[in-house]
């Protein structure tokens, strides 16, 4: 049976061409990182920054690599006004008359590499604002339901991408010639699961409300809930985020008290905001556990967010568990 390319999947979930044509040069890059991950040690690039190789040669880590050859390419895109992604302090500026900010996460689960655990790509797609420069953090700063596009690449077993431009999300799968194959056209999150995601070692920072939640799950049968639970850690998002579009689940990265500032240790314009982005068009929902991500109004690039996404029945238990909490605590909290 003939499977459709990426281009050609494209033509019918975007009429903006120049969109698609990102899209496209951001699925490259992800194929070439994919290459190199593949052959791992081989390359000597799994090295610490500053080590140098038998030739002695700088070897640079992976997040490194990633991220100079997604800045690379984008820049080299006439639509492209900026990026910025969390390999780089300040975002960069492109072309200043293009129409397209990109944000990403070169390198997702980059402590997973050495062991050959799965790890991905998140990328995110803005409209440079009128007036606005691509070079300045300010023309980021949009609430993530102005995305036109988002998207991850995940390298498993399979390379895949799953993509959306806000209709629904299609999945790919990356072939030996290096083309990415339409193999799901919609993917869709149960409404219903039994399996939860979230690293448990840090019971004893979160928040009361997270800490009950938890508890029900863990207290299956013989608990309020009546049912068994089971949990994945993965510890790379895109993996765990990836198991949850796919056959349904909660995946979550709480507020916790462990530094008061720090609202999560998620980033949300480059982590949080495409995928509660997929999320939401796989059928999902994508919360702070006290409002919607996509409503927030981020005020820095690297900005941090609590993080609760995944099934929607399972979702709203979460949000129903976390109501005692008032608003009021909620924002003093920066949650
Ligand atoms: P990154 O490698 O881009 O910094 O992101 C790592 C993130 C995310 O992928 C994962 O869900 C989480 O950190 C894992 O955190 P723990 O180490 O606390 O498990
Ligand atoms: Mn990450
Ligand atoms: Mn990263």
Redesign the pocket.
Known sequence: MPTANLTETLKNYTKDAQLAELIEEIADCCEQISARLKLGALTGILGALEDTNVQGETQKEL?VIANDLLKEALLAIPSVAGIAS?EEDLPVGGNPEGRFLVLF?P?????NIDVNVS?GTIFSVLELPEGANGGEESAYLQSGRKQLAAGYALYGPSTTLSLTTGKGVQQFALNNSGEFLLITEAMNIPADTKEFSI?M??QRFWQPEMQNYIGELLAGETGSRNKNFNMR??????A?VHRVLTRGGIFT?PWDNREPNKPG??RLMY?GNPMSLLVEQAGGLATTCFGNILDIEPTKIHQRVAVALGSKNEISMLLAAHQPASASKAAELNR
């Open positions: 997040d969390e996460d390198l997702d689960g980059s402590s790890v690293n070692s840090n850690w993965i510890a790379s998002m895109v765990d990265y240790k998620l982590e």
